[in-house]
């Protein structure tokens, strides 16, 4: 079936989808170099930092809970626009704010652009994708992700080089790039997000929610350019409607069933447990764990543009294996890898600095965790929760599980300060390493292989549980 795919046609709609990856990444990464400057501009104290770093957290899960009924009642291609405009929204609204409550109300603007997208970008590229090809495309928007964290360590350091080195001359651009550097940091997010809202309009519908809306004739013509073969496009539309006529269910009442319930019970308990596993504590306080080593400022952000340098090329490996390879080999040898790490630094932290050990270990064992995590669970987390659920309900089930996942970002963005003080920095990566056991466990336990298989198979799957 291979040879009548338009691969080419198949990459395109996906790229574009995981555009709204890159804005993710970029938003929920450029806080992580403004949090010094915006806490001296303003004079935060420790609870206000803190809200500063979680606002926009809330704003993500005020997002995920909406983003699943809008998606399923209005397609998810309107669903697009109206994350890209929260996203330009935000972006602008951060620049040019006046004070701090200001600051505060654009970035939970912008974290609801970013649980709308988490939803909406991976859902649409797998209901795009072929089997054979739905774990690497669907990982392009994890990829994107990681370009988005790249993007924003490199535009911080950037702009950060560009203001010490620069003399205000007190015109509005000066005032956001030079004076007040952290404006231009969030402002930037402005350009790709205009550029997303742009380019959705180059892209059809979902072919599978208009088969929802029994809009069977223009599905079957957007079908028709994926497969190229109208007999093979056909029998596509047959498969997808004749698993929807056996849903029995509607909406919240088919979330009830004993298989989808447990489907939805399973990806809530990964997507909350990946967050205590620390990939998100080293992306937003990355510099400041940096500098508790006793690194400079300049010396801090400049290992975080190798931390998402490597997150980048990871994803970029992972996408290339995770169909051959399948989503479980992954988690189990990702994972094992992340657990090494993470105990490598708490030791670090418990002994390295009293012997006189070099913070480049530091930086080693950084990046080697980074490597695991990045090449198993971040990348497959995003597929396994596009591909769990009924086409029926799959935007209110991912809302769910998304729900689960920005609960533990924001738990972990409130409590790890409060961790690295308390537990002290070797005992928060040694929590950090206990968690990835009953996460390894769920996905071996309770997780079948989806790699290769259609998403009415998978749904057959968890109806049959």
């Not at 937003?284 to 997150?311: C, K, M, R, T, W």
Request: charged share 10%.
């Amino acid at each position: 079936m291979s040879s009548t795919i338009n691969t080419g046609y198949l990459v395109f709609l996906s790229v574009i989808a995981a555009l709204g990856g890159f804005l993710f990444g970029y938003d929920t990464a450029v806080i992580s170099g403004t949090i010094a400057q915006v806490t001296a501009h303003f004079g935060l104290d420790a609870f206000q930092q803190g809200w500063y770093v979680g606002c926009a957290l809330l704003g993500s899960i005020t997002g995920v809970l909406f983003a699943g009924v809008l998606s399923d009642h209005f397609g998810r291609k309107l669903t697009m626009f109206l994350a890209a405009l929260l996203f330009t929204t935000s972006a602008v609204g951060c620049a040019l704010c006046s004070d701090f409550t200001q600051l505060v109300i654009y970035r939970i603007i912008g974290g609801i652009g970013i649980g709308v997208v988490s939803i909406i970008s991976p859902l649409y590229i797998s209901e795009m994708a072929v089997a054979q090809y739905r774990g690497r495309l669907v990982s392009l928007y994890q990829l994107a992700v990681t370009i988005g964290f790249l993007g924003a360590y490199l535009v911080n350091y950037q702009l950060l080089a560009y203001s010490n080195t620069t003399t205000s001359s007190g015109t509005i651009i000066d005032y956001i790039f030079v004076s007040q550097v952290w404006r231009g940091m969030l402002g930037m997010e402005a350009v790709p997000a205009l550029l997303f809202f742009l380019i959705i309009f180059f892209i059809p519908e979902s072919p599978r929610w208009l088969i929802l809306k029994n809009n069977d004739e223009k599905a079957l013509g957007i079908l028709n350019k994926i497969y190229t073969s109208l007999p093979e496009a056909n029998y596509q539309l047959q498969e997808a409607k004749s698993v929807l006529s056996a849903d029995t269910g509607m909406e919240w009442r088919m979330l009830l069933q004993p298989g989808i319930k447990k489907a939805v019970i399973v990806g809530m308990c990964i997507a909350i447990l990946g967050q205590f596993m620390g990939v998100n504590a080293v992306l937003y306080y990355g510099p400041s764990i940096f500098e508790n080593a006793g690194l400079s400022d300049g010396d801090s952000l400049y290992y975080q543009v190798l931390v998402g340098l490597v997150n980048t090329l990871t994803t970029v490996l992972a996408l290339l294996i995770i169909d051959k390879v399948g989503r479980k080999t992954l988690v189990y040898y990702g994972v094992s890898g992340m657990i090494i790490s993470l105990l490598l630094i708490g030791f670090y932290f418990m002994l390295g600095q009293s012997l006189g050990v070099s913070s480049i270990f530091l930086l080693v064992f950084f990046l080697f965790y980074i490597f695991c995590c990045a090449g198993s669970i971040c990348a497959v987390i995003f597929v396994l929760l596009s591909e769990m659920y009924p086409t029926r309900v799959r935007g209110l089930a991912m809302s769910i599980a998304r729900l689960s996942l920005w609960v533990g970002t924001y738990l972990i963005g409130q409590l790890t300060p409060w961790m690295l003080q308390n537990l002290t920095p070797a005992g928060t990566f040694f929590l950090f390493a206990a968690m990835c056991i009953p996460y390894m466990w769920i996905v071996w336990k309770y997780i079948p292989e989806t790699a290769k298989k259609t998403l009415e198979e998978i749904e057959r799957y968890w109806m049959a549980q």
